[in-house]
């Protein structure tokens, strides 16, 4: 079992299936009482059942207070509630501003309420479970892009603010990962995720493995490192080579 998560108060956020359920299973395999958090109440129960966890389901937005209540002290935080908010800048403003509550004002306001205790401690660990879209882009999904462009600079914020203070923050970026969230994303999905998309455990995998590491940026796909790069180099090729798939996209829709 890994010592710095075995016997840790952990939350999950989203974890009635997907990511969410693989990281929760995960981190009860390894030792740490874990709270299963998801909208959906019986899925949450599911999990927390087959975990030996503790289920408070509701909004993501509003668990601190209750997951403190269940566990004593929360010291691993996982934000990884989402919504895969497809559409262009003409989708409704109601769309954008469930992406932006879900994606990123969530993770915003999970580390207000948590971060005054961990400071005090000198120890807390906050995952964000952003995607390869918050580091590169996805086509088809200006909200989705844009909220996890911002969960990102959030993560990245918290990690150079608090890391001399004992905070912990990493944030996952993988690409396709076979849950409902990919299946939802149709056509564009099709075209870009699916064929290299991993299974949850597999995004569980990376991040244990960059917790023993101590890294920030977890890439379950090794792949997004290379394009990354590529986007700072270069912006224009890079553009002009997602400019290429969004083009292929449209053409065969």
């Not at 590491?213 to 792949?223: A, G, K, S, V, W």
Request: glycine fraction near 10%.
């Amino acid at each position: 079992m890994m010592q710095a998560v075995q016997g840790a108060g952990v939350v999950v956020t989203g974890a009635g299936g997907g990511i969410g359920a693989a990281l929760a299973r995960r981190f009860a395999a390894e030792g740490a009482r874990v709270v299963v958090n998801d909208l959906d109440a019986d899925r949450a129960r599911a999990v927390a059942e087959e975990i030996g966890g503790i289920a408070v389901p509701g909004d993501a937005a509003t668990i601190v207070d209750p997951a403190r209540e269940a566990l004593g002290t929360v010291d691993v935080y996982c934000a990884n509630a989402g919504v895969a908010s497809g559409g262009s800048e003409a989708a409704d403003e109601s769309v954008w501003q469930l992406a932006w509550d879900v994606n990123v004002m969530a993770h915003v306001r999970a580390a207000h309420a948590l971060l005054p205790d961990w400071l005090e401690r000198g120890s807390g660990r906050f995952v964000s479970t952003v995607s390869a879209a918050g580091l590169l882009t996805m086509i088809g999904a200006a909200p989705y892009s844009v909220t996890k462009h911002g969960a990102y600079a959030f993560a990245e914020w918290l990690s150079l603010t608090y890391r001399h203070r004992g905070i912990k923050v990493h944030a996952i970026c993988p690409q396709g990962v076979r849950t409902d969230m990919l299946a939802a994303t149709g056509s564009a999905g099709d075209l870009v995720l699916k064929p290299t998309a991993i299974e949850p455990a597999d995004v569980a995998d990376a991040l244990f493995k960059g917790i023993a590491e101590d890294r920030f940026l977890i890439l379950p796909h090794p792949e997004v490192a290379e394009f990354y790069q590529a986007r700072a180099a270069d912006p224009d090729r890079w553009l002009s080579g997602m400019n290429h798939l969004q083009r292929k996209w449209e053409a065969a829709e």
